[in-house]
């Protein structure tokens, strides 16, 4: 990592630390517009960690996922807004399938940079099986005719889940394989939480809102750092 790394490091982690303090849980033009920066400085990140260290394949998808996820942040912040809450469910299918080309990309990104084992996918299946469970279950979470799609993105996080904790035995715990895991578990449990705020049956408390963007941002700046140890 060079000095611009290092400021571009810095820089990310103190404007989303200022996002998630300000917002609380309130939707306003400032923190939008903190949460669209705090996104690109993310996904600038991993741009510029891959292009300093020559892009590879596995490097190129994960850029590629950084990008959709950073899509997904923009459109996920729209139904919040009073205007366009008749518009939620379209709007957190259309945020859903972006994270769903970032998952994917990123899944294709770990397999070409140090290969796949077959443990990960019943791993996965029951990871998803407690994301949706356990929302259902201990929160009373009903998901409507959104429930196939709900099932079928937590399969998506859990996969990259179980791909990442893969890496730590491909990679014999190196920088980049427990980056990989933590910011995956992170982006995990951010999801779970995710699902309390926008389907829960009571008003989503600032207490929700700070974890799960406190645990989204350290992920994804965790996944963005990773390609510089790829």
């Given at each position: 990592?060079?000095?611009?790394?290092?400021?571009?490091?810095?820089?990310?982690?103190?404007?989303?630390?200022?996002?998630?303090?300000?917002?609380?849980?309130?939707?306003?033009?400032?923190?939008?517009?903190?949460?669209?920066?705090?996104?690109?400085?993310?996904?600038?990140?991993?741009?510029?960690?891959?292009?300093?260290n020559?892009?590879?394949?596995?490097?190129?998808?994960?850029?590629?996922?950084?990008?959709a996820?950073?899509?997904?942040?923009?459109?996920?912040?729209?139904?919040?807004?009073?205007?366009?809450?008749?518009?939620?469910?379209?709007?957190?299918?259309?945020?859903?399938?972006?994270?769903?080309?970032?998952?994917?990309?990123?899944?294709?990104?770990?397999?070409?940079?140090?290969?796949?084992?077959w443990?990960?996918?019943?791993?996965?299946?029951?990871?998803?099986?407690?994301?949706?469970?356990?929302?259902?279950?201990?929160?009373?979470?009903?998901?409507?005719?959104?429930?196939?799609?709900?099932?079928?993105?937590?399969?998506?996080?859990?996969?990259?889940?179980?791909?990442?904790?893969?890496?730590?035995?491909?990679?014999?715990?190196?920088?980049?394989?427990?980056?990989?895991?933590?910011?995956?578990?992170?982006?995990?449990?951010?999801?779970v939480?995710?699902?309390?705020?926008?389907?829960?049956?009571?008003?989503?408390s600032?207490?929700?809102?700070?974890?799960?963007?406190?645990?989204y941002?350290?992920?994804?700046?965790?996944?963005?750092?990773?390609?510089?140890?790829?």
């Open positions: 990592m060079d000095t611009v790394s290092y400021v571009l490091l810095a820089l990310t982690v103190v404007v989303s630390a200022t996002f998630v303090y300000l917002s609380q849980g309130q939707v306003s033009l400032k923190s939008q517009v903190l949460k669209a920066l705090s996104s690109f400085l993310f996904t600038l990140l991993g741009l510029y960690a891959g292009f300093l020559g892009l590879s394949s596995g490097s190129l998808f994960f850029i590629i996922g950084l990008i996820s950073c899509f997904g942040d923009l459109i996920l912040a729209l139904p919040e807004w009073p205007e366009l809450k008749e518009k939620k469910q379209r709007l957190i299918v259309f945020g859903g399938f972006s994270f769903a080309i970032a998952h994917t990309a990123y899944y294709v990104a770990m397999i070409s940079t140090f290969g796949w084992s443990w990960t996918l019943p791993a996965a299946v029951v990871f998803a099986a407690i994301f949706y469970f356990f929302n259902r279950k201990v929160h009373k979470i009903d998901y409507g005719k959104l429930t196939p799609g709900i099932f079928l993105y937590a399969f998506f996080v859990s996969l990259v889940l179980c791909q990442g904790l893969y890496a730590i035995a491909a990679r014999a715990s190196d920088a980049y394989s427990i980056l990989l895991a933590v910011g995956f578990f992170l982006f995990y449990i951010s999801d939480v995710l699902m309390q705020i926008y389907f829960g049956e009571k008003e989503s600032r207490t929700a809102y700070n974890y799960n963007l406190s645990f941002y350290a992920a994804q700046i965790m996944l963005a750092a990773s390609l510089y140890f790829m």
